[in-house]
């Protein structure tokens, strides 16, 4: 048993296996507790091995040998023969410490690296804490190892690798127990203890990788040695707050007390330079938080005691959104935040004009928040890294802004506005309020906000570059959206989601066209919503909905339903409006005819997005008007919406016209003569009307005038059918007006002596001549328009 000589050079490897096989056996075999003691055999074997190993080239071919070989074998080999050479030096009489430290350091190196697995790496662990524990190589060592040893860890510590703290750990801890004061240190003897603290103090101030840092202060945390930590703390208070010194503040957090943590946080929110790069910073940060719930409630505590910095500086906003990700203090942290933003908005004013405010909130500035919320969302648009720490707050701070509840409106500048009926808002078919929406949608018409709502604003731009960051997950954001439209109470709130979610249709139709999942739930929920959110988010959702045809089958299909029910209704009648719009060939745009916004599905806005709008779907078009055929014989209220519906359809689509003015034409000529109990149905329980004539006069009217519009024929002769239908319908109104001018009060029984009270009877009068005042409006409104055109 001996090492490979230099004539056998060219099977080193074999021969050095062979040797450390032979090795281990011989050794095993001599410490068996039923071997006699070592025979001086043996021990001149083992001496002469050694001797050979003091050599230094040797050495370091032998050691080669095994780190090749533990790639191999993953240490199995390494592991055994350590064991053994750690047991045979007790038969050395020379050299003894040199070989331990050779093989120690040897072994302390290779299991910073991955080569080492499982079995190996946990048998070699415990073989070097035996060596320590039972001080066979410490107190073996002289000065000069001590001071050898502790440089080799404080460069492993240097190295951009995550070092094997736990030898470490108890090669320092044996030295803090070392009571002689054998080290020297500028002059001074000092202990273990005093030697330990030292060279861990200069050891922190030199190691920049914070992953190593990271395990330095762990190490030093688990030889109990916190008093270090504390001092070491201290002493960066005192030095500029960079970002290298704020890396180890923040990962110093884990191990200094109460009050020292508090006293860093507040160093790091007050001071921290806003030109570095704050993600690698706010990232180790938000794992500080999240391993550790009391650090994050210190944090939670230290913001909301100086909320002016939290409105003032781009780290403190960073670290509220930090402490959004605690559950503990997700709701506290977010309620929090939308406060310091939305007083700051209503008495900035207050503030700029006070000295005495200013010097009690401190450094609050409206213009300083918003430049931060742009910096941020400018950064987060530019490194998607950001989204993996702040994207899930972001989302819930935006939906909390938006979800503002101040007393301003939102007022719509430049919107049309429509002509009223004087007398009663039943016979009132304006389009006002529908353009209006149409309006504030259009991305070509202003918005002038009041009051709060640029908080509203804030959350729409937060909301839209999340979107256009990680436009893969935009299923998701709309889910969330849909979800806070089903139960917003707020008017400007659920404008403000139509709004985003109208953006997200123009600038990223793709990903909407393949978020299938989430736009079948929002039809099967849509009616759900109030009226003006659902009709308004189809609306907004249209370019998208056209281009999937099992999408509009299914909407149809669902309205079907919903349109035959009278609380649905309202919300059905519009969708199924809007679908007959965009299923019909659009007529070509004329030149005196207004343009069109976005959201009314405007020809331009089609094309752009390559949709053949020359084109129509006939067969979802025809299911449509079967479905509003069925909805004539609903009651009054759903009657007088399709009247509405039809003409906004119609001003949209000329192409329309016709079908509507025939559908309506034939539902007219069907009604009874007036007279109250044809038209008012009254009992003890309730007064309902039967058929909202006025409604339907004034929307046939409309349609004549829109039919007049488009006629290119000017001779008074009738030479199309369109012509026909035309001077039909006039000839039908007519019998209304010559009906009115031939039937006064008395002839309908509802003069001065009729009654009016709250009797069954009284009820069905009030209500019937509600409804003549009503017809009589829609008729003069005809004359107005119409009159006799046709005849001049």
């Not at 502790?150 to 030898?167: D, K, L, Q, R, V």
């Not at 849909?482 to 793709?510: A, C, G, P, W, Y």
Request: aromatic share 8%.
């Amino acid at each position: 048993m001996s090492l490979p000589s230099q004539t056998q050079h060219s099977q080193v490897g074999k021969t050095h296996e062979t040797f450390c096989i032979r090795f281990c056996e011989q050794v095993e075999r001599n410490c068996n507790q039923n071997a006699t003691p070592s025979s001086p055999q043996y021990t001149g074997k083992i001496n002469k091995i050694f001797t050979q190993m003091a050599d230094e080239t040797r050495w370091k071919k032998f050691g080669n040998f095994l780190k090749k070989k533990s790639e191999l074998d993953e240490g199995d080999l390494l592991a055994r023969f350590t064991t053994s050479w750690f047991n045979s030096l007790q038969n050395i009489t020379h050299g003894c410490e040199l070989h331990r430290l050779r093989m120690f350091l040897f072994v302390f190196d290779l299991m910073n690296g991955d080569t080492l697995k499982g079995k190996s790496l946990i048998t070699l662990t415990a073989t070097l804490i035996t060596q320590v524990t039972y001080g066979r190589l410490l107190f073996s060592f002289v000065y000069s190892d001590f001071e050898f040893l502790c440089i080799h860890i404080t460069e492993n510590f240097y190295a951009p690798f995550i070092p094997w703290t736990g030898i470490a750990s108890d090669i320092i801890k044996h030295l803090t127990e070392m009571n002689s004061s054998i080290f020297v240190v500028n002059e001074k003897s000092l202990n273990g203890y005093k030697y330990v603290d030292e060279f861990l103090l200069k050891l922190l101030d030199n190691v920049l990788v914070t992953g190593s840092f990271n395990s330095l202060t762990s190490l030093i945390g688990s030889c109990s040695l916190q008093t270090t930590l504390y001092e070491y703390t201290e002493s960066l208070f005192n030095k500029e707050l960079s970002a290298q010194i704020a890396t180890k503040l923040i990962a110093l957090l884990v191990w200094i007390p109460d009050e020292l943590r508090e006293k860093v946080l507040g160093h790091l929110i007050s001071h921290l330079n806003e030109s570095e790069d704050l993600f690698d910073l706010s990232n180790q940060l938000n794992e500080v938080f999240i391993s550790n719930a009391g650090i994050a409630r210190l944090a939670f505590n230290l913001l909301k005691k100086d909320r002016h910095l939290v409105t003032s500086r781009m780290f403190p906003l960073i670290c509220q959104l930090l402490l959004c990700n605690i559950p503990r203090l997700h709701q506290s942290a977010l309620i929090e935040l939308k406060q310091s933003i939305g007083k700051l908005w209503k008495h900035c004013d207050k503030i700029n004009d006070s000295a005495w405010m200013r010097s009690v909130t401190g450094e609050c500035d409206i213009e300083l928040l918003m430049n931060n919320f742009d910096k941020l969302i400018t950064i987060i648009s530019t490194q998607q890294k950001w989204l993996s720490i702040v994207e899930q707050p972001l989302h819930e701070v935006a939906f909390m802004l938006i979800d503002d509840k101040s007393k301003s409106q939102l007022r719509i500048a430049n919107g049309r506005n429509n002509f009223k009926t004087r007398r009663d808002e039943m016979a009132d078919l304006s389009l006002e309020l529908s353009r209006r929406y149409e309006s504030l949608l259009s991305s070509r018409i202003p918005i002038r906000i009041e009051g709060n709502a640029p908080v509203l604003m804030m959350g729409k731009r937060l909301l839209l570059t999340i979107a256009a960051t990680k436009p893969i997950e935009i299923a998701n954001l709309l889910d969330k959206i849909f979800q806070k439209l089903s139960v917003s109470t707020n008017h400007n709130s659920s404008l403000i989601l139509i709004d985003v979610i109208l953006n997200i249709v123009m600038e990223h139709t793709i990903h909407l066209l393949n978020s299938w999942k989430s736009l079948r739930r929002m039809v099967d929920a849509v009616c759900c919503f109030s009226e003006e959110n659902g009709v308004l988010l189809v609306r907004a959702l249209l370019p998208v909905i056209i281009q999937r045809e099992q999408l509009v089958q299914l909407i149809v299909s669902r309205m079907r339903r919903y349109v035959l029910c009278e609380t649905t209704s309202s919300t059905a009648l519009p969708i199924l409006l809007l679908l007959l719009r965009s299923s019909t060939i659009r007529s070509a745009i004329r030149n005196d005819q207004f343009t069109q916004s976005f959201a009314t599905f405007s020809t331009q806005a089609l094309q752009t997005m390559g949709i053949n709008t020359t084109k129509g779907n006939s067969d979802v078009a025809i299911e449509i008007i079967s479905i509003l055929k069925r909805a004539l014989s609903q009651p009054a209220s759903t009657r007088s919406q399709l009247y509405k519906g039809i003409i906004e359809a119609s001003y949209a689509n000329e192409n329309l016209v016709d079908g509507a003015l025939d559908l309506l034409l034939t539902h007219l000529s069907t009604t009874p003569p007036i007279s109250r109990d044809n038209y008012v149905e009254s009992n003890k329980v309730s007064t309902v009307l039967l058929e909202p004539l006025p409604q339907l006069i004034q929307a046939v009217s409309v349609l004549v005038r829109l039919s007049i519009h488009s006629l290119r024929n000017t001779s008074t002769q009738v030479v199309s059918s369109k012509d026909a239908q035309v001077v039909a319908a006039n000839s039908e109104l007519d019998k209304f007006i010559e009906f009115a001018r031939d039937r006064d009060v008395h002839d309908l029984e509802v003069d001065k002596l009729s009654d009016f009270s709250t009797s069954v009877t009284g009820r069905a009068n009030v209500l019937f001549s509600t409804m003549l005042i009503a017809l009589y409006d829609a008729l003069i409104e005809h004359l107005w328009h119409v009159g006799n055109v046709l005849l001049q």
